[in-house]
């Protein structure tokens, strides 16, 4: 049976957190800047963050309707998040907020087409992978891009999604180290 994807909604916030904080737990992105103790709770409630007041209300956003994966894109205007957000956000990465906010600066100086959206997360539960549901999710948001004519953009920092990501006909633009032992790899994908 095909998998079928929808528009996320609010009422969906607490189930995609708690996918995209069971996608991330051992990514390497999120162990090297969010606080280790409570990590996965971290993590899945800095996915909620994101979708709340990001994605839901200025980006696209999907879930299957298994509940087992999500992915979830931001236009390149979205606006930034309030103090309070931003106040949440710092209280959630704890003692690793200071590698963040070098990472961030560093990669605030890589390209980004001009336009292009950002693929913010993609993720499904650990018994979801290698079934298919990460390329249905690819799949389905990037028709929408399509369709709309946008570019995107993705930061990855795991080699082993690179091929993914390639066939979607994503390119590697950069490639940078932080801190020694965590790379970082900038993709662009065109608009069609």
């Known amino acids: 049976m095909p998998t079928s994807i929808r528009t996320l909604s ?9 996918i995209l904080g069971e996608a991330f737990t051992d ?4 162990n090297w800047c969010v606080a280790e103790d409570a990590h996965l709770d971290r993590i899945s409630s800095l996915q909620r963050v994101y979708l709340e007041h990001m994605a839901l209300p200025h980006g696209s956003a999907y879930i299957d309707t298994t509940g ?10 979205t606006p930034a998040p309030t103090a309070e ?5 710092v209280e959630l990465h704890g003692d690793r907020l200071d590698r963040l906010m070098a990472a961030e600066e560093r990669m605030s100086t890589l390209p980004v087409p001009d336009g292009a959206w950002v693929l913010a997360t993609i993720g499904t539960t650990p018994r979801s992978r290698g079934t298919g549901l990460g390329t249905a999710l690819m799949k389905h948001g990037l028709t929408e891009l399509d369709r709309a004519g946008h570019a995107c953009w993705l930061d990855t920092s795991t080699e082993r999604n690179l ?12 490639h940078i180290a932080l801190d020694g ?9 065109r608009e069609p």
């Open 10 to 18: 609010t009422a969906d916030l607490d189930r995609a957190s708690q």
């Open 163 to 174: 091929p993914l990501y390639q066939r979607f006909g994503f390119t590697v633009v950069e």
């Open 181 to 189: 032992d965590l790379s970082v790899w900038r993709m662009h994908r």
């Open 85 to 89: 957000v931003s106040a949440r956000i």
């Open 68 to 77: 087992n994966g999500v992915i979830a894109f931001l236009p390149p205007e």
């Open 27 to 30: 990514y390497p992105w999120t």
